[in-house]
């Protein structure tokens, strides 16, 4: 055991706030079985002593069950966490100074309470403070954060570069003028798309519309569809006064009972058209009118998928069947399926995965019967699979008429083949229609993701962290099961929804944010700036909370 | 007549580009009748001469015109454009260099076409050099705006108090760390929105939801009222395992067919919850599938109302009646009505308004039946009817159970009682359910409007506006007609649609922005920092137009 001291990080931007890192740090470096293992420690900072001397015994604990056989061979041990990387600006682990929420956090929760329902808050966070994978507290809790705001925080928080943007002068007007970007567009618009979402549309997709949302993107993209489905049927003629007068008054012909396909366990908004096709949890639903659109099941595959490749595929026919006949019953019904949405995972609805030959099925499926064919990459995009979009892991040419897109891209939005442009003006309109502010951002956090290689990161991290979770349902079968994931973009269940919650619970109070989905899921949805030392400093607390249930 | 040198403004804020407005002023300084006139003239500048000149002339013109007893006597002359006041930071009038769209605007527009639909583009703007009332385009053509991108425009372009609070650092981490508000929201929200929201929130609602924009926020209110509204009825007690079951598959119970009451030439906005209650026109619904919700008709006022109170009187009533006939027919079909949705004043609809004794009763008729009113402020609201909300003119203790925005409130969403509070968590919910970074802007929005007294002001500039509305429907009653407003929230109607969109070209020409509504209406919406000045600018303009086409 060679050991020494670096310098300690100090992160290079202001803040309010005096809880800034900036103890120096202790290095352990460790041999086991002929491989090397480093480990940083620090020692100079009261609030970084007890994380310290917690990560010392840790490593001790490892190190003598390790010798002891105690280990399934897969397992990585905490001296993994030693291969940080360039990530200076952050903190170097988690620190706990009281339960959370805290009093701080349960001080404001009853404050906020007076003007909002609040059962959803998990506690309050100091951002200003926050740096990279850590998310700080009102009460000065520091966490290593795996769930990120709803997997939309793309390069962890307080970025420099996005500090840069925001300082630089030129950039404010696009910040206080916020256009009607349909009638009156800023004159960097063009330019500034071009520059940030078309450097990364799908292939074959090279038409894109801004929104303010993912709601409201797949809403627009759902009337994109049915305007593009009903100009097919008309024969491209002109609407008919009478599909005039009653789209008026909500009735046919003016506003067709045609459909869209969505899949049992799918989530794709919460307004009215969206909430339509999302069906992941009840309480999303529950006293909402909807509208009789057809459902067809995901399939219910077996993990990890390639163990299972024969019964996983029979699944997956079954539920391609059902999509077929459900096309067919709602045409008789005169319902035409005008559309398919799907999502590349199933992600709210508990990371459902399916094969890439599914997904070419289906669009096939789609094609056959003249309905577009909808990826909802709210979630999936951005690059958390280590592609920036999940179905580039189809391989195919022709993926999809419309991929819509939000959260980590800033923007909510969807892309679209030309022939779902809309055929007129303020056919799809509305005031704002997305936010130029936005598109500046996400222009930068492109540029990041480029310079930084930071899908080759993802994939190296999310390797780490499934490689673990493999092992650890290997140590606790009777707690976690199905480790699954691409990229960083992974899952575990846990024997029942009460056990799920008690490991987001427990991890939370060691310093880590996870979020659930699904009936007992555990989804995985850090930054892109999420390293190979951060997983494996998640899979260690993650193992000390396993095996404490023991 | 007096004559005088002034210096001229300098606006204070930084621009990427030379246009700034540095000339000198020329005070003239005239007597009618016993009263005083001002005006300036900008003659040190090659921009501003032509202008100036053509001021001059106008000038020159409407004094010959007077005294030769022309005016009809409420008509306001060009001098009264002499009341120039505070706004020291914006242009002093329009000013044109191309046609519009100039060759620039078109040239990006060809650009922009390559990705979007662009057939409702107006032209391009160039926001950084805009001021205040003043929309400057990509070819250096200066504009006043009355349309201020839909009526979303709260304190004109650049203004400088935004900018201070985009210049302080300690705002920045709000601005690139969008929190998920819903879970984890930071520690000075409960505080912002108590200093923003709710210092401005109409009486009666304490509680607020923000959203991202306007759809959003109808969206969700609408689903606010339904699980109130379910919930009274099933006497508050828990849902049942078939409701629960239903509700995901779209089907009663779970998903009631409740609905929701709207009227003809209603604008709610166009996602599918929202779209179903709008009927404004054709070309927001055709082809987009819908609910079966109940349309009442919106009353068809004569103007000025004044002039026609007892026959207004008539068709309020009328329908009124309609109202509780769609109510009770509904409820027979099984589809109750969970709640009203109305406009103050019907916006894109055609300015459409109805006397506070019409919604009085509306009102009481919802009471009556068990539904929610919903006020939809998302135009109305935010100070430009001379109040900070359009039903505050109705005079009533207990005006609304939700009132919604967006627009010129930067942020959307919607206040409500508490009875409308979800029950639990995640029953109204997305990813960011607003953004704290709009918040900021409107705090500081806010600040301006008191401090400036902006309600004031736009009483003022209103009544100028609309006095000199009426006067040019005297002079050119076959071209225009009924004059119609509060505050600045004024309409005036064309004789036909051509003529609409001919007069909103030619106004353009001049350098003046106005948009159209309803079938053959201008809707005036400037911003809250429109003077008298302005308003009299625009009514010379405006004045020259309807005489050319006379």
């Not at 491209?236 to 599909?243: A, C, M, V």
């Not at 290689?453 to 009777?478: C, I, M, T, W």
């Amino acid at each position: 055991m060679h050991c020494g001291w670096f310098s300690g990080n100090k992160h290079p931007t202001r803040s309010s706030r005096n809880r800034l890192l900036a103890a120096p740090v202790y290095c352990v470096r460790t041999e086991h079985k002929g491989k090397a293992y480093i480990f940083f420690l620090l020692l100079n900072s009261v609030r970084y002593t007890n994380m310290a001397s917690s990560l010392l015994s840790h490593q001790m604990r490892y190190t003598v069950q390790r010798s002891l056989g105690l280990f399934v061979p897969r397992y990585r041990c905490v001296s993994k966490t030693a291969t940080k990387s360039s990530l200076d600006f952050e903190y170097n682990g988690p620190s706990m100074k009281t339960e959370v929420p805290g009093p701080r956090s349960r001080q404001l929760m009853k404050q906020l309470n007076v003007i909002q329902n609040t059962d959803a808050i998990h506690f309050f966070c100091n951002y200003e403070d926050s740096r990279g994978n850590y998310l700080v507290d009102v009460d000065g809790n520091i966490m290593l954060d795996i769930y990120t705001q709803i997997a939309s925080i793309p390069l962890g928080y307080n970025h420099p570069a996005l500090f840069k943007v925001m300082q630089n002068p030129q950039n404010l007007s696009t910040f206080i003028n916020r256009p009607a970007l349909g009638i009156l567009p800023p004159e960097h618009l063009p330019e500034e798309i071009e520059r940030s979402l078309l450097s990364i549309a799908p292939r074959n997709l090279r038409k894109v519309q801004t929104m303010a949302c993912g709601s409201c993107s797949n809403e627009n993209a759902y009337k994109s569809i049915f305007i593009w489905y009903r100009n097919k049927e008309r024969g491209n003629s002109k609407p008919s006064k009478k599909e005039l007068d009653t789209c008026m008054i909500n009735q046919e012909p003016g506003c067709p009972v045609y459909s869209i396909l969505s899949f049992m366990g799918g989530f794709h908004g919460r307004t009215f058209g969206c909430l339509a096709t999302t069906h992941s949890k009840s309480i999303h639903k529950l006293d909402i009118p909807s509208l009789d659109w057809p459902i067809a099941p995901f399939p219910k595959l077996k993990y990890p998928l390639e163990e299972y490749t024969r019964e996983n595929a029979q699944e997956e026919a079954r539920c391609l069947e059902e999509v077929e006949d459900l096309i067919v019953k709602y045409r008789k019904k005169g319902k035409n399926v005008a559309g398919i949405v799907i999502e590349p995972i199933q992600s709210e609805g508990g990371d459902n995965h399916a094969s890439a030959d599914f997904f070419k099925k289906l669009r096939e499926i789609a094609r056959k019967h003249g309905a577009a064919f909808q990826v909802d990459e709210v979630q999936t995009g951005g690059g958390s699979t280590g592609k920036f979009w999940a179905h580039e892991h189809w391989g195919m040419d022709d993926a999809a008429d419309v991929v819509s897109f939000s959260k980590k891209m800033l923007t909510g939005g969807y892309f679209h083949k030309d022939e779902l442009t809309p055929d007129g003006p303020y056919r799809i309109f509305n005031t704002w229609m997305g936010d130029p502010s936005k598109n500046l951002l996400l222009s930068e956090v492109l540029n990041i993701i480029k310079t930084e290689k930071l899908l080759d990161e993802v994939q190296k991290s999310g390797k780490a962290l499934l490689n673990g979770l493999y092992d650890l349902q290997l140590r606790f079968p009777h707690i976690v099961s199905a480790a699954r994931g691409v990229g960083t973009f992974c899952a575990i269940d846990a024997k029942n929804e009460q056990m799920r919650n008690t490991l987001i619970e427990k991890a939370r109070s060691k310093g880590v944010v996870l979020g659930g989905c699904g009936e007992r899921s555990i989804r995985f949805r850090p930054a892109l700036v999420f390293k190979e030392h951060h997983a494996h400093l998640f899979l260690n607390i993650f193992n000390d909370i396993l095996a404490e249930l023991k």
